[in-house]
């Protein structure tokens, strides 16, 4: 799909997409639905040859699953068919799955999150080990269950 990449493209949610944004403004990573175009979907671990970007912004017919009443802070719903912007190729913060530190190269993992990419070795890499690179971490994050880092 060519696609102008670090905007805010028109993309369309091809499934349902719970937290698309979670309550603290922290998109999904998502990958292309092959064979629908302009579709996305919530990424997989198997997904960084189809990975998309991460979920920017959500149309206004995105339900908020508020955390607060007297605040409009709650995370972003959507449902197949709704219309998402996405960012790739910038940083920004991600959800990761697992502890990462500063420099680690980043997959995508299951539930729209990516984790650590560890490689052999920088000599002996294959092209599919280096083809499922799809970022790089610019901070840490310690916590084994995961969290948010800026990449």
């Known amino acids: 799909m060519e696609t102008q990449r670090g905007v805010y493209p028109f993309f ?9 944004i979670n309550a603290n403004g922290v998109g999904k990573a998502v990958m292309y639905n092959v064979g629908y175009d302009q579709e996305v979907i919530e990424c997989t671990e198997a997904g960084y040859k189809n990975f998309a970007g991460v979920i920017a912004t959500v149309d206004a017919e995105a339900t908020i699953t508020r955390s607060d009443n007297y605040v409009h802070q709650g995370a972003r719903n959507v449902v197949d068919g709704d219309i998402l912007g996405l960012e790739n190729d910038i940083m ?29 070795s920088s000599e002996n890499e294959t092209a ?6 799809v970022g790089r971490a610019m901070g ?7 969290g948010t880092v800026k990449a």
Do not use: P
């Not at 369309?12 to 698309?20: E, H």
């Not at 502890?99 to 984790?115: H, I, S």
């Not at 840490?140 to 995961?146: C, H, I, L, P, T």
């Open 128 to 133: 599919a080990q280096v083809m499922k690179i």
């Open 92 to 120: 920004l913060d991600v959800l990761v799955a697992g502890a990462v530190e500063f420099g680690d190269f980043l997959t995508t993992a299951d539930g729209g999150k990516f984790k650590k990419l560890t490689l052999t």
């Open 12 to 20: 369309i949610a091809g499934a349902d997409i719970s937290s698309a």
């Open 140 to 146: 840490d994050q310690d916590s084994q269950s995961g």
